[in-house]
């Protein structure tokens, strides 16, 4: 009878010993699926496979492993004079059925558990690999048959709600699906069922009791539509359901077991994962300058983890079933039978599979003969009066091991990610390039505006120039003359009673003094000419202008008269400034001469009219051949004699005594006694009254060599330095002053105190104004300035908190569009700190949404992953990381950090 109920045992079905039992034996209960292993022998039912059913697959035996019950109490009582039906040998995977004190028969299995195994260890060893498998894509499932009262629900259903060591295979499974998963991208939902007299009812919602079962045409994989499907997000939700689910399975009382399950509890996980494959048609070679990457393939894996918790099969006379109970045992042995003549005709290789026998059958399909990954476990108890049950049940062990399965990957392609990932880099190009035409647009029309506002600024200043220049030389003539005569007569009362050589000296300067009033008044009269000339040209060019008449030729002629009318006068003017120069010179040394003479002697002049001679031909010399270093030059001359030379009328004198400054000042030594000794208000003093474009380049260096130490940065600031340094700045050409003056302000931008002050002044706009020059030496210094600048405001923001909660000033000032672009500059020393700039910007969080606006995001990600230092590499991360915003954007856009 136990034969006929477990499917009928052939013939052929013997116990296995000796030699012949190592045709099953297996090293390890994990399944191996090999990379060129034969194919199976039933390849229709391999065939149902659902999208992947093209695919050869991998072949995998069902795996069965077999558990022994410790002995109850009852049993420990009623057996105590008679031995286990069963000797276990573990540790060469297989038992001794006893049929007597002197006969046994020997059988091997995939694991063989004693009943001291622990749960852990039936979990690891039965359904740990199948949850692995179910996890990359393959359908799984793990089953528990024996004879009513051996453990199957234990081993298989057991919460662990006083004990966590005796969790079950069901909350081991979820616990393992739970971790190796993100329920971001992926999804794990479970139904509860239980097969009761040949009706699938739902244990989630009782009253869904009659779930019909559906098979698609095609692939023949069978679902179970009308089934509740639960979401789950966390393990607690997962036992909850599985306790609602025990109070509505049906179970007995029987003579042996006090709570046997009436029915087949079937536990189905569905498991749908997101998987990325590389496509190896496309390109890596990339532009790197490119913020957006081609998406890989997006693919969709799902696979179905079923666990099977079968109901005891029994003997009545034995369980004492009577009435109902009676039907619900025939109907629970009808569908163990039906499951065992499946096994046994795929074993066989039947050419007809019973499938449709039983509903226990038809859901169990894809897991016997089909492609998913099955283990068994097979629970057996130690009692002799039980032995033919025992029997019955290892011989089911023993048939279901020579099932093999066609294992294979279910998965299709994610168009719905793919599509969203396409239209979110559509969404950047489009925005990038709107962005791009914008800061163009605003750029040309900014470009335009500039060049007519300078161009009618210079045609103004022309004018105005040339109309004070004018009046200007008139006015010196007229009182240098004035002087002249003056110091002639009083030159010509002391020659009367000087010396002979005081008379020959003063003889010579009258000479002197007239003869150049003389070329004076010539150059004038020439000048006068020349202008009545040109005039007069110029009248000659507007009346033929306009009658037309005398031709092109005629217009021509009158155009190089003019044109050579206009360099003589230049070639005038300078002459007229040399001379002026002269005149100058030679009133000086009157002057120094007429103090000799009062002084007395001849020896006293010589002396006195050659000091200056020499001391300047002497720092000359320094300066130009560098015979002297300069504090030598300094302990010789003295500091105090040197910034007195920086007010000397003598131009070349004045260059070389500030560039001896600044070099002095580039030592820290130094700094001090200059600053001590007046040199600063001189330096500030030249940059403000000299428009000598050599004066102010060197005083420009020498007050950003100051700049580095921070007392003198607020004494700079109090003396108005930053908006002498501002002006320069607007006013100045040559990319070596704007270097120094943007090297001035980048200094100062690195002082906390001085961050209000730069701004209100005009430093900050003066410092991003120096962008238009171009020279990448400028560009390093507006770069290190601005980084200097947002790591004061970032520290500020985060030692201080609440001291600023606006935006940054850089953003205000609408210097972020010019960061964004320089981020990646081919000239390391402007990309550093331009990454620098970024990365302490990023730090304070109201600045995170014009950020990601203006294009700096992709800056930042692009530094987190590509900076070449390690540093601000590591700020980037970090400050990536720590920002919501940022991190929000992140997921939106779904990039990859």
């Known amino acids: 009878m136990a034969s006929s109920r477990n499917g009928g045992i052939r013939g052929s079905m013997r116990p296995i010993s000796g030699a012949n039992s190592s045709n099953l034996r297996s090293s390890s209960f994990k399944s191996r699926i090999p990379s060129s292993a034969p194919a199976p022998r039933r390849s229709s039912s391999a065939s149902l496979g659902g999208p992947s059913a093209g695919d050869n697959g991998v072949p995998g035996r069902v795996r069965v492993a077999v558990r022994l019950r410790p002995r109850n109490a009852e049993e420990s009582v009623a057996d105590a004079d008679f031995a286990d039906c069963v000797e276990l040998q573990p540790e060469l995977k297989r038992l001794k059925l006893r049929k007597n004190n002197w006969d046994s028969e020997t059988y091997e299995f ?167 494959e590389k496509d190896n048609s496309i390109s890596n070679e990339m532009d790197s300058s490119s913020h957006f990457v081609r ?133 950047k190009v ?35 120039a040339l109309e004070k220049e004018k009046l200007k030389c008139q006015m010196e003539y007229m009182e240098s003359v004035k002087k002249l005569e003056e110091k002639m007569l ?73 044109e050579d009318e206009a360099v003589q006068k230049k070639k005038l003017e300078e002459e007229v400034t040399v001379l002026r120069s002269q005149l100058v010179q ?29 001391r300047q031909s002497q720092f000359r010399e320094s300066m130009n051949g560098q015979k002297a270093p300069f504090a030598t030059l300094c302990e010789q001359v003295g500091l105090q004699k040197i910034l007195q030379l920086l007010e000397s009328e003598d131009a070349n004198i004045r260059i070389h005594a500030v560039k001896v400054v600044a070099n002095l000042a580039a030592e820290e030594t130094n700094q001090e006694k200059i600053v001590e000794a007046g040199g600063l208000t001189s330096l500030l003093m030249l940059l403000r009254s000299y428009e000598d474009e050599t004066v102010r380049r060197v005083a420009a260096g020498a007050i950003a060599n100051l700049a580095m130490n921070e007392v003198n940065q607020q004494l700079i600031v109090d003396q108005g330095g930053i908006s002498l340094l501002s002006l320069t ?52 210094q507006v770069a290190r300035g601005i980084a200097n600048f947002a790591k004061c405001e970032s520290r500020a923001t985060t030692q201080e908190a609440g001291v600023r909660s606006g ?42 949404r014009d950020m990601i606006s203006g294009g700096a995001l992709w800056e930042l990600v692009r530094i987190s992953r590509e900076c070449s230092r390690e540093d601000i590499r590591n700020l980037a991360h970090r400050t990536l990381s720590s920002s919501p915003v940022f991190r929000s954007e992140i997921r939106r856009l779904g990039i990859q950090f």
């Open 110 to 276: 995939d694991e063989v558990l004693t009943e001291a195994a622990s749960q852990k260890r039936v979990y690891e060893v039965v359904a740990k690999p199948v949850v692995e498998s179910a996890l990359e894509g393959y359908n799984g499932t793990v089953m528990a048959y024996g004879q009513t009262g051996t453990g199957k629900t234990f081993t298989l259903g057991r919460l662990g709600d006083e004990d966590t060591a005796a969790r079950g295979i069901m909350v081991r499974s979820m616990e393992d699906i739970l971790a190796g998963i993100s329920l971001e991208s992926d999804s794990v939902s479970v139904s509860y069922l239980q097969l009761y007299m040949e009706t699938i009812q739902d244990l989630l919602d009782p009253a869904n009791d009659n779930i019909a079962i559906v098979e698609d045409p095609k692939t023949g994989d069978v679902s179970l539509p009308g089934a509740t499907h639960v979401e789950i997000r966390n393990q607690q939700n997962f036992l909850e359901l599985l306790r609602l689910g025990e109070t509505h399975r049906i179970a007995a009382n029987t003579k042996l077991n006090t709570e046997s399950s009436r029915s087949h509890a079937i536990l189905m996980v569905h498991v749908k994962r997101s998987v990325v």
């Open 295 to 427: 998406p890989s393939k997006p693919l969709v894996r799902r696979s179905k983890l079923v666990l099977v918790d079968l109901a005891g099969s029994e003997r009545v006379h034995k369980s004492g079933s009577e009435g109902h109970m009676l039907e619900e045992a025939k109907s629970i042995n009808l569908s163990l039978s039906a499951l065992g003549k499946c096994i046994n005709a795929i074993a066989e290789d039947s050419a007809h599979v019973p499938f449709r026998d039983s509903k226990l059958t038809r859901l169990l399909r894809d897991s016997f003969g089909g492609t998913a990954r099955t283990s068994m476990i097979v629970t057996i108890g130690p009692s002799p009066r039980h032995r033919g049950e025992t029997t019955s049940t290892i011989l089911f062990g023993q048939r279901a091991m020579k099932v093999e399965n066609m294992l294979k990957i279910k998965e299709e392609f994610d168009y719905k990610s793919l599509s969203k990932k396409l239209e979110v880099q559509l969404d």
């Open 430 to 464: 489009i925005a990038e390039n709107e962005r791009q035409q914008k800061m163009f647009d605003d750029e040309v029309e900014r470009v335009t505006l500039e060049a007519q506002n300078r161009i009618s600024e210079v045609e103004k200043n022309f004018a105005e």
């Open 490 to 562: 009083s030159n010509q009362r002391k020659q009367e009673d000087g010396k002979r050589n005081g008379e020959m000296n003063g003889f010579v300067a009258t000479s002197e003094l007239t003869h150049l009033k003389e070329v004076l008044e010539n150059e004038m009269k020439l000048r006068k000419a020349a202008e009545e000339e040109l005039n007069k040209f110029n009248n000659q060019l507007t009346q033929k202008t306009r009658s037309g008449e005398g031709g092109d030729a005629e217009i021509s002629r009158l155009q190089k008269l003019l």
């Open 586 to 614: 030679l009133t000086f040394e009157a002057d120094q001469m007429r103090r000799c003479l009062e002084r007395g002697g001849p020896t006293n002049s010589y002396s006195g009219s050659d000091l200056l001679s020499s």
């Open 729 to 780: 700045a607007a006013d100045a050409e040559d990319p070596q002053t704007l270097r120094m003056v943007a090297g001035a302000i980048a200094n100062l931008c690195g002082n906390d105190k001085l961050q209000a002050r730069l701004r209100s002044e005009g430093g900050i706009k003066a410092l991003l104004g120096m962008v238009r020059c171009g020279h990448p030496d400028v560009l390093a």
């Open 807 to 848: 935006r940054s000033v850089l953003v205000e000032d609408g210097a972020l569009p010019w960061i964004v672009q320089h981020a990646n500059d081919e000239a390391a020393p402007i990309r550093r700190h331009i990454e620098l700039a970024l990365c302490h910007l990023a730090q304070h969080e109201v600045n995170a």
